[in-house]
C-alpha cells in the first residue's frame, strides 16, 4: 500500500510519502521539496522541519505504525542531521546504483521519536495541517 500527500507551506511545495505500508507496524516514508527561487534559507529550513514533523505525527498517530524508515543520500548531511534529531538511528547503508553517493538507512521507533525538537517551532501542531492523499487502497 502507497499513501501520498501533497501539500504548500510558506511557499515552498513538498510531496510526501509512504510506501509498503503495513498499518501498526512498519512503513518506509520519504518526501521532496520544490523550493520557489525567492524563499530564504530560514523559510526553507522551517518548510523542512514541517515536512518532518507532519510525517512523523501521521505515521504514528494515524497509521499507528511502530518503525518508521527512510533513506537519505550519503552526501545531504543536512538532511541526515535533521532526522538524527528527530530520534532516527541510522542502521545500515545501500548503493545508489547509479552515479550518486550511497544511501545512508535510517529507522524510528514510536518510543525513540523525540517529539520536543519540532514542539520549540510549532507548539502542539494544532497550527499545521495534514491532507493526506490515498494513491492506493
Do not use: N
Amino acid at each position: 500500500r502507497r499513501l501520498g500527500g501533497f501539500a504548500r507551506t510558506i511557499g515552498l511545495h513538498f510531496l510526501c510519502g509512504f510506501l509498503e505500508v503495513e498499518r501498526g507496524v512498519s512503513a518506509r516514508w520519504g518526501y521532496y521539496t520544490a523550493p520557489h527561487s525567492d524563499i530564504t534559507a530560514p523559510r526553507a529550513r522551517m518548510a523542512w522541519i514541517a515536512c518532518e514533523y507532519l510525517g512523523i505525527v501521521y505515521a504514528f498517530q494515524q497509521l499507528r505504525l511502530k518503525t518508521l524508515q527512510c533513506e537519505v543520500l550519503q552526501s545531504s548531511a543536512g538532511v541526515l542531521r535533521l532526522h538524527e534529531r528527530a530520534g532516527f538511528e541510522i542502521t545500515g547503508s545501500r548503493p545508489s546504483g547509479d552515479e550518486r553517493p550511497d544511501f545512508v538507512l535510517l529507522q524510528l521507533t514510536c518510543q525513540c521519536w523525540r517529539e520536543d525538537w519540532a514542539q520549540r517551532y510549532f507548539g502542539d501542531g494544532t497550527g499545521l495541517e495534514i491532507k493526506p492523499h490515498a494513491l492506493d487502497a
